[in-house]
């Protein structure tokens, strides 16, 4: 029976209830209860009153009559405030009863008491908390029957019952305890949760009572409290949540924080009502999302921090609950406040984990915070992601691994580093420790490539970072021996090239550290002077260079180095560390050692110390020693056998064999030492027997880099390898030839007699006739006349004259197939033009093996490949010979000239025409030969080993019509240029040798060398010194790039000083000198373009070389300006040429007055002359305001004869006006071979490359298209554009003998009408003036 419907009796009806006289009836046995009796008679009374009421029942009417005075009697103020606590809880078991019995309705009526009845029944409560106390039972019992009853409902008539409620709730959160049951907790949860739900509704104090054990701070003091509310809610959900929803509107949307001392923790609410249940928060969520669209930034991300819980959570699903909140959430990945976002960020990492399903949605924002311009942002997002992904490879998409593998280029090395460490983690995890299994490890497989491929960064701080990497997870260096090269084996097997080189460069990079600090050891060995301070200085600051953070590398290895002066111990150790018999388990012994004593125990965080480590261990060889290698051998020799795990491992056996034996070759160099012993030769043995190629080849390698003690300590293994190496030499392929002769030289003592008898038997049976048995004997024979001139070159004289000049090079035997290609891969080069190529290095390497020219055979060779390159590779001109063997023979000459300049003999001798001629080569029609001749060029120079005008044949490039070919140029020359800089601040003694280090001494040359550009042929025209100026700024961008010693000021400098002097080429032609004085303006005008500081005075005054400059004459004044004002406005502005009528017809208008500038690229100047120039041929040469990008869809790079059309940008209602070709033979010759590597437009959309036919007429629209000098080749006269030719320009020379000495007018290209050519004599003189002094490059 309860009050929830009781109504009380008038005061009337119950006072008339009572004994006959109208006094209080006592149960029998029980004396009357006043305040005169003693507090313990008193109890012993009230206890007898609550057995009594305790055993009433509601149906014992007589008895409800008879105790009714009792019951008011107990309610008065005597009882309930008495001050003693156990008649209190005594009286409030009484009341308690009386409400049961009396139900439903109750025996007091005034308004007033029954406040203070339930108010005195709640203070009771309060004795719930002590479960020990002996009066436990009676607190249970009074707890109990209120809820059974739930007395308290029947205050909901009361006014301020509200008050009654919140102490009553308070009371029970406050008592309740872990030492309770779930009875009390039960019973505590009906007696509230009555109220709730049979109450008209919850007050917001009422609520604050429930909700503030839900704050974290009251929720860790008392954690049933917590759980108590946390039921409560739970089960009355549906009539408080209109309550929960009312406050938080008040608080979130009103913003009247007064309505609660809640307000401050609403999302701390909101996140615990959420984790009870979410039906608690129905209507609340609209309200966030309102909250996240605040213009509070602080509020924005409190409200983000709390979705990212509710999100999140393990069990949530309120992003596909309520997909209006999960997309406006999303949105603040892309806030404007950076906390906002970073919020945003962490909260993926969970959600990622906990919600997979949800990964598709963060992606996409994901990817663009992968690009934040905040680096902390950028950061956690890589956290995230590789979080998410440690503990499960599947929650992360392919896409999220991107972002990282993106972000390993991030500028910011915070960023950088966390990318790579975390990825190097999962190919940890699941590759290496495989925990995922196989789909997992391919589907993290890229990672190791990746990780390497960073190798190639400028950065030391990536380079380190990297070896750290291979060193911890790609191959961990604590395995055993046979498990570390096990995991080396394979991974090596499995890298794509790019990751291999970088691999290797890893290795290579580390063992020259090692010798720079076995140097520096040495150094420490002999007696101190001023030469070995200067030396050791040097070679510290090389080694600090290695280091992170060079500036103060500096000075922690100049530290490093005293304490290596003053401890010899110390310096033992270093010299065993890097000694070549050093094992991994002695390196490791080493390291700790050197770092033992360094450290120092007060001073936990030493830079100094890490400093030195980070040297040790790039210098410890921590992975291979002679155990490692004995231990790849026996691998290896598995895998031969078929019995290792290849096919488990993902290679082939081949593959494996091959990259095992590659693994092998590049560790012989950087640990030769750990080579040496007779299984490790025995299996190399092994491999050379085998038929693949590249294994012979690279064990003779092997052998080449590390049997230098074979011959006295393994008689056996030299027996077995001399025949193989014969043979090898003899009819092996052309690389092992050439292996197996530096093998014999490298480790034999009888070298003489070894290439003896393989250099006479092979010169005696060359045969012209078997080309395909000719390439390993000119190999070979190459390589014997390099290393052993002494003996050899008299012997090479004959072969040379009689069979590799007169029977092989002047001779064409075979017809090769007119294919149309500019270009065929190796298989498919006839092997006869692979013979004249190896005949041609054959000549180089005779050459460089005498290193002299006594006998005048460079002055023959040098005229050789210059005639060949006149010919375009085509020596005899009997044009058997196709266009891609032709393009072969042009890159080998051009390459072998480049070869000979390398040797400072053979420089002097290079005329400025040859030279010329070999730059042309970087312009070529093949794109092949620019690209190799380019990587040559640019890898002697890095090395410092060709002269620096070769440096100024990048600046033809701007020429180049494919884009990447023009920033693989623009890159070599930022390299060359950062090279010869850096080495003379290394090298003081380098200022003597300035004019051949210098970076902007390459100006004159470059000056000079566009000044013969055979496409410079009027010094007026426009588009020509367009093209000139672009070529110009290609350099000079790259050298004006710092102002170092007023180095803009010098260029001008040398601009000016040229135009005092004469071109020592012509001196005498004014045409050739107007030319020089032209480009020298154009040059001087965009030096005062782009430089303010030009007009400072220079730092020294520079020096011309005189083998291309004349010495200024002492009255010679050159003031005269060679481009008029107005060509300087057009150069600078780039204002663009009159268009032709095509053009003028396809073009788009611009508004009038303004043209806009269009930067030119540089290679836009075509090989062809299209239909503009036919209509109007004012133009002379296409202007370069064409995209790079358009030429590079357009005709193909390397078709023979491909047909220009013009590229057409239509225009609405405009019919496209057809094109027309030149299909002439003369076009043929004069057009469309001429300006190798000269950009082609773009065929019209739809169009097909038509190739040429020979026989059809010129069309009859206009004019035949003047011809232009084909790159490297003598302009043809204006006669052969017309239908006749003339006939002695068409006839072949001789031997090539006149095209080699190829005439002024050729090499610089003058107009048609003048390319007569010279006699020999004549351009002998001009060429080789005795006075003419040699510069001092080398």
């Known amino acids: 029976m309860d009050f929830s419907t009781a109504q009380p009796k008038s005061a009337t009806a119950l006072c008339g209830v009572g004994s006959a006289d109208g006094k209080i009836a006592y149960p029998p046995g029980v004396k009357e209860i006043t305040d005169k009796i003693t507090t313990d008679e008193m109890i012993k009374r009230l206890k007898m009153v609550v057995k009594t009421f305790m055993d009433m029942d509601q149906d014992s009417e007589d008895e409800k009559q008879q105790y009714l005075p009792l019951a008011l009697h107990l309610a008065s103020e005597f009882f309930l405030r008495n001050p003693n606590k156990d008649v209190r809880l005594l009286v409030a078991c009484c009341l308690a009863d009386i409400f049961r019995i009396y139900a439903p309705e109750a025996p007091y009526t005034s308004h007033d008491k029954l406040k203070d009845i339930f108010l005195f029944i709640t203070r009771q409560l309060k004795g719930l908390e002590d479960t020990k106390s002996p009066q436990f039972n009676r607190y249970f019992y009074l707890l109990e029957n209120l809820a059974w009853v739930k007395s308290y409902n029947i205050c909901f008539d009361l006014e301020d019952c509200n008050e009654i409620f919140i102490q009553l709730f308070r009371t029970l959160f406050s008592v309740i305890n872990n030492s309770h049951n779930k009875k009390v907790q039960m019973h505590m949860l009906d007696l509230m949760s009555s109220i709730i739900m049979e109450g008209d509704g919850v007050t917001q104090e009422l609520l604050d009572s429930i ?55 609403v999302f701390d609410l909101i996140q615990e009502l959420f984790a009870i249940d979410p039906h608690l928060l129905l209507s609340v969520m609209p309200q966030l999302e309102f909250k996240l669209k605040s213009n509070d930034g602080e509020e924005r991300l409190a409200v983000v921090r709390l979705l990212a819980k509710l999100f999140g959570s393990k069990d949530s699903d309120l992003a596909t609950q309520n997909r209006p909140l999960w997309q406006c959430f999303l949105g603040r990945f892309n806030d404007i406040h950076v906390p906002v976002r970073l919020e945003s960020v962490k909260f993926a990492s969970h959600c990622l984990m906990n919600h997979p399903d949800l990964a598709k949605d963060l992606t996409e924002y994901l990817k663009v915070r992968s690009h934040d311009p905040e680096e902390a942002i950028r950061h956690d997002v890589i956290v995230t992601i590789i979080t998410a992904a440690k503990r499960d490879l599947a929650l992360v998409n392919d896409q999220l ?111 020259m550290l090692r010798s720079h600090v076995r140097e520096l050891l040495d150094l420490h060995k002999q007696p101190t002077s001023e030469a070995n301070c200067s030396a050791m200085f040097g070679k510290l600051m090389t080694i600090a260079k290695n280091l992170p953070d060079p500036g103060k590398a500096q000075d922690f290895v100049k530290k490093f180095n005293q304490v290596l002066g003053d401890d010899e111990k110390l310096r033992s150790q270093l010299e065993l560390l890097i000694s070549p018999t050093c094992s991994c388990k002695q ?78 070759k590049v560790l012989s160099f950087t640990h030769p030492t750990s080579f040496h012993s007779a299984e490790t030769y025995e299996s190399l043995l092994q491999c050379l027997r085998m038929e693949d190629d590249k294994v012979a080849e690279a064990a003779i390698q092997i052998f080449r880099n590390t049997g230098h003690k074979i011959e006295t300590d393994l008689p056996q293994i030299r027996s077995t390898l001399i025949p193989i190496l014969h043979q090898k030499a003899k009819r092996g392929t052309p690389h092992q030839a050439k292996q197996a002769v530096h093998c014999i030289h490298a480790i034999f003592t009888n070298k003489e007699v070894q290439l003896a008898q393989i250099f006479e038997p092979l010169s005696r049976s060359l045969n012209a006739d078997v080309p395909e048995q000719l390439i390993t004997p000119l190999v070979s024979l190459g390589h014997i006349s390099m290393l052993a001139p002494d003996q ?43 013979a004249k190529v190896q005949a041609i290095k054959l000549l180089v390497r005779w050459l460089l093996g005498m290193k002299n020219n006594q006998s005048k ?482």
Not at 225 to 250: G, H
Not at 1155 to 1170: D, F, H, L, M, W
Not at 1194 to 1210: A, D, F
Request: proline residues 5%; aromatic residues 6%; glycine residues 4%.
């Open 792 to 834: 050899f070159a008299s012997p090479m004289k004959s072969v040379v004259a009689n069979f590799i000049v007169k029977d092989l090079l002047m001779n064409d035997r075979s017809t090769g197939e007119k294919n149309g290609k500019l270009w065929s891969p190796d298989e498919e080069v006839s092997p006869e033009v692979l």
């Open 401 to 511: 691994l991107g972002f990282v593998r993106e972000r390993t280029l991030d500028k910011r090395w915070r960023v950088r580093k966390e990318a790579m460490m975390g990825l190097a983690q999962l190919y940890k995890k699941y590759c290496l420790h495989g925990e995922a299994g196989k789909e997992a490890a391919e589907k993290v497989s890229w990672i190791k490539d990746k990780l390497l491929h960073i190798y190639y960064q400028n950065s030391i701080d990536d380079k380190l970072l990297v070896e750290k990497i291979f060193a911890q997870y790609l191959v961990p260096h604590n395995l055993e021996t046979e498990e570390r090269m096990k995991c080396l084996y394979y991974l090596y097997a499995s890298l794509d090239p790019n990751a291999v080189k970088a691999l290797n460069e890893m290795w290579k990079c580390q063992n």
């Open 211 to 265: 909700l503030i054990n839900l704050i974290p701070a009251h929720k860790n003091l008392n954690k049933q409290s917590f759980d108590l509310a946390k039921v409560l809610l739970k089960r009355t959900v549906q009539t408080i949540e209109a309550c929960i929803a009312n406050f938080f509107n008040q608080v979130l949307v009103l913003g009247r924080s007064s309505v609660s001392d809640l307000s401050e923790h």
């Open 857 to 1338: 055979s460079a002055n023959s060779t040098l005229r050789l490949l210059s005639a060949m390159l006149v010919s375009e590779g085509d020596l005899t001109e009997q044009k058997r010979i196709s266009k891609s063997d032709m393009s072969r023979l042009r890159l080998a000459a051009g390459s072998a000239i480049m070869k000979l300049a390398q040797e400072p003999c053979y420089h002097e001798i290079i005329t400025p025409e040859q030279f010329q001629l070999c730059a042309l080569v970087i312009n070529d029609e093949c794109y092949q030969v620019r690209q190799i001749f380019a990587q040559k060029l640019h890898k002697a120079l890095v090395k410092l080993l060709l002269p620096l005008e070769y440096m100024a044949i990048f600046a033809l490039c701007a020429k180049d019509p494919v884009k990447e070919r023009r920033a693989h140029a623009r890159q070599c020359l930022l390299k060359n240029i950062s090279i010869r800089r850096e080495y003379i601040k290394q090298n003081p003694m380098a200022t003597e040798k300035l004019l051949s280090l210098l970076p902007e001494y390459v100006v004159p040359y470059m000056i000079h060398l566009l000044a013969h550009d055979p496409d410079f042929t009027r010094s007026q025209d426009i588009d020509q010194l367009r093209d000139i100026k672009e070529c110009l700024w290609f350099m000079l961008e790259v050298l004006m790039t710092k102002n170092e010693n007023n180095s803009h000021a010098f260029m001008k400098k040398m601009a000016e000083n040229i135009k005092l002097t004469k071109d020592a080429q012509s001196p005498d032609e004014s045409k050739t000198n107007e030319k020089l004085y032209t480009v020298c303006d154009v040059a001087l005008c965009v030096i005062n373009s782009k430089s303010a500081l030009c007009n400072a005075d220079s730092p020294k005054e520079p020096v011309l070389p005189m083998k291309f400059f004349t010495q200024p004459e002492k009255d010679f004044c050159n003031d005269k300006s060679y481009i008029s004002e107005e060509t300087r406005v057009l150069l600078l502005t780039g204002k663009p040429k009159p268009a032709g009528v095509l053009g003028a017809v396809n073009k788009p208008l611009s508004a009038t007055g303004r043209k806009p500038y269009v930067r030119s690229t540089g290679a836009e100047t075509g090989s062809n002359i299209n239909v503009n120039s036919e209509l109007n041929p004012s133009t002379g040469n296409r202007s370069r305001e064409q995209s790079s990008e358009a030429a590079e869809t357009g005709v193909s790079e390397n078709e023979e004869n491909p047909v220009r059309i013009i590229s057409v940008t239509p225009v609405k209602n405009v019919d496209p006006v057809k094109n027309k070709e030149i299909n002439s033979d003369q076009a043929t010759q004069g057009t469309i071979s001429s300006d190798r590597g000269k950009k082609r437009t773009v065929t019209a959309a739809g169009a097909e490359n038509i190739q040429q036919k020979t026989d059809e007429e010129v069309d009859e629209s206009g004019p035949p298209a003047p011809s232009k000098p084909r790159r490297g080749r003598r302009p043809k006269s204006e006669s052969q554009g017309n239908a006749t030719k003339n006939d002695d320009l068409s006839k072949p020379l001789s031997k090539g003998r006149k095209r080699a000495a190829v005439s002024q007018e050729s090499s610089g290209g003058l107009e048609a009408g003048n390319a007569k050519a010279p006699k020999l004599q004549d351009v002998a003189k001009k060429a080789a003036p005795a006075e003419r002094q040699i510069d001092l490059q080398r």
């Open 587 to 664: 390196a490791d012994v080493c390291v700790r050692e050197i770092a033992r004593k360094l450290a120092n125990p007060k001073q936990p965080t030493n830079p100094f110390l890490e400093m030195v480590k980070f040297l040790l261990e790039r210098i410890a060889p921590v992975h291979i020693d002679s155990e490692a290698i004995s231990a790849l051998v026996k691998l290896m020799n598995k895998s031969i056998e078929g019995t290792a795990d290849d096919e488990e491992e993902g290679v082939s056996p081949d593959t494996a064999i091959r990259s095992g034996l590659e693994l092998l």
